[in-house]
T-cell receptor, first 114, second 114 residues
Framework: AQSVTQLGSHVSVSEGALVLLRCNYS??????LFWYVQYPNQGLQLLLK??????LVKGINGFEAEFKKSETSFHLTKPSAHMSDAAEYFC????????????FGSGTQLTVLP | DTAVSQTPKYLVTQMGNDKSIKCEQN?????MYWYKQDSKKFLKIMFS???????INETVPNRFSPKSPDKAHLNLHINSLELGDSAVYFC?????????????FGPGTRLTVT
């Protein structure tokens, strides 16, 4: 069965600092991987997705993530945090070749300090 | 125009009552979903409909019954509400049931059962 683990339920960074949100997956076959963002009192919005076309995936708002099969990881990064990046971030996985839908991680709350 | 809308935004009710949450999407998508987000922000799919046909029905009490009158609507009816049903419920839609198609989420309905 597929699953994702997000290390760190809360991450704080200073404005302008590097953002690194960690996600590790467990899947019997190479999966599809996603990062979603949830701003306060809103629904989720897709940031980026990995579908095997390229291991480094660029998303919206300056975020990117790198798929590393050897580490079973899909960490989300942004070179310089902005106050508007404060939100909840979810990593999600879906298994290839099946009708299974998204399985979400437990989320990481990102706080950006002035 | 709001892409995926839900009503009501907040719902406070007593144990044992029956309530419904409505969802509408104006994106022309053929697949709609219901997710439950608990107090720890854990997000789990409940149902998925494709062209008004149920395609995913995760382990959810049969007190929960989705109804899709047409492709643009997916309502969630809950009978005999329990304290544990308190959560935020998100509706989402996508063009196609494959997880590679981006899912667009509604703003959520916060259900509180007292």
């Amino acid at each position: 069965a597929q699953s994702v683990t997000q290390l760190g339920s809360h991450v704080s960074v200073s404005e302008g600092a590097l953002v690194l949100l960690r996600c590790n997956y467990s899947s019997s076959v190479p999966p599809y991987l996603f990062w979603y963002v949830q701003y306060p009192n809103q629904g989720l919005q897709l940031l980026l997705k990995y579908t095997s076309a390229a291991t480094l995936v660029k998303g919206i708002n300056g975020f990117e993530a790198e798929f590393k099969k050897s580490e079973t990881s899909f960490h989300l990064t942004k070179p310089s945090a902005h106050m508007s990046d404060a939100a909840e971030y979810f990593c999600a996985v879906s298994e290839r070749g099946s009708a299974r839908q998204l399985t979400f991680g437990s989320g990481t709350q990102l706080t950006v300090l002035p | 125009d709001t892409a995926v809308s839900q009503t009501p935004k907040y719902l406070v009710t007593q144990m044992g009552n029956d309530k419904s949450i409505k969802c509408e999407q104006n994106l022309g998508h053929d697949t709609m979903y219901w997710y439950k987000q608990d107090s720890k922000k854990f997000l789990k799919i409940m149902f998925s409909y494709n062209n008004k046909e149920l395609i995913i029905n995760e382990t959810v009490p049969n007190r929960f019954s989705p109804k899709s009158p047409d492709k643009a609507h997916l309502n969630l009816h809950i009978n005999s509400l329990e304290l544990g049903d308190s959560a935020v419920y998100f509706c989402a839609s996508s063009q196609g049931g494959n997880p590679l198609y981006e899912q667009y989420f509604g703003p959520g309905t916060r259900l509180t059962v007292t």
